[in-house]
């Protein structure tokens, strides 16, 4: 069996539609913080058991039987994420998984300016010492939609943000595929491994490819980083959002997410999608 957590949410719901295809639904189990919210897998034949990340009794009942656990990592800033996903995967160790997977992401560093990439390199270091077989899924940025980094190009033909550097974005639902591809292969994958798109581009790279879209020029305009944050807190974006946003853009500048890694092609059997394609279907053009 194949226990997976944060399958209310996009990424690992979709990972589980993909088990689906592939596996009878008696072979998959979701441990969810509202069961409610998994009810429509439960209608399909999945086992659907009640488990967060705050409740290790729960979380060893929701995993029991497991041969391998997907733990979707968290991001609420306010929790101690680390502590969490050590609750997690403890539970999971106890319940007898055999393997441990985890969605972390590209760029994993114990330092930095991007904060989610010392939870995530705290997280490897807890499977690493957990004693089953471990596999992180170093994932590349999503980008579920594109707009909150392009801004409204659309209506005034600029991309203004800070100073930017290359990233990879990866679609989500490649992600998804190719995990669950991982998690019905041969073949078992130990330790971190990186999954990203074949292009790494920058907001440069984007204005050019929304002026082949729009059939217009659309001008990339560099903002100071301050003057960046006030504009978003004046268009109504937390500041804490904000602020957060700009430790991607500064971690991108320093190029710690400017890696190349065949691995998500070779998994998926295909190219990638770009982000030429997915601007296209967010954007309608
Ligand atoms: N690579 C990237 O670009 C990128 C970008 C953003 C985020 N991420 C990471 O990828 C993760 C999944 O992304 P997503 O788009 O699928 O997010 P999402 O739609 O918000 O889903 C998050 C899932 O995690 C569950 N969850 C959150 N905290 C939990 C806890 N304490 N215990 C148990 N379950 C918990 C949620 O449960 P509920 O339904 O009960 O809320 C939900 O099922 C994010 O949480 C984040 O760590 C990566």
């Given at each position: 069996m194949i226990v997976v957590t944060g399958?209310?949410?996009?990424l690992n719901g979709a990972t589980v539609e993909h088990l689906l295809e592939r596996l009878p639904a008696d072979r998959i189990g979701i441990s969810a913080r509202d069961t409610a919210k998994a009810q429509h897998f439960a209608d399909r034949g999945v086992r659907v058991r009640q488990g967060s990340y705050e409740d290790p009794d729960a979380l060893r009942d929701s995993f029991a039987g497991a041969d391998q656990v997907l733990l979707v990592s968290g991001n609420?800033?306010?929790?101690?994420m680390v502590a969490l996903h050590r609750n997690a995967i403890e539970a999971a160790v106890a319940a007898g998984a055999r393997r441990i997977l985890y969605t972390s992401q590209q760029g994993?560093?114990?330092?930095?300016?991007?904060?989610p990439a010392a939870i995530h390199a705290a997280t490897e270091e807890i499977l690493a010492d957990s004693g089953v077989g471990w596999t992180s899924l170093?994932?590349?940025?999503?980008?579920?939609?594109f707009a909150p980094l392009l801004g409204p190009w659309q209506e005034t033909g600029v991309i203004a943000a800070p100073a930017d550097g290359p990233v990879p974005w990866t679609a989500p639902a490649d992600l998804s595929e190719a995990t669950a591809v991982l998690l019905t292969g041969e073949r078992s994958y130990d330790g971190a491994i990186t999954l990203i798109a074949g292009e790494a581009v920058t907001l440069d790279d984007f204005a050019a490819i929304a002026s082949g879209l729009s059939g217009r020029t659309i001008e990339r305009v560099v903002m100071d980083d301050e003057e960046w944050v006030a504009d978003q807190t004046a268009g109504g974006v937390p500041e804490p959002t904000a602020r957060f946003m700009l430790t991607m853009f500064r971690a991108t500048r320093a190029g710690h997410f400017a890696q190349h890694d065949p691995l998500l092609a070779e998994l998926l059997g295909r190219e990638p999608r770009g982000v030429a394609d997915r601007l296209a279907e967010q954007t309608g053009y």
């Open positions: 399958a209310t949410g996009a609420d800033p306010s929790a101690d994993v560093a114990t330092d930095g300016p991007y904060p170093r994932y590349g940025f999503f980008g579920h939609s």
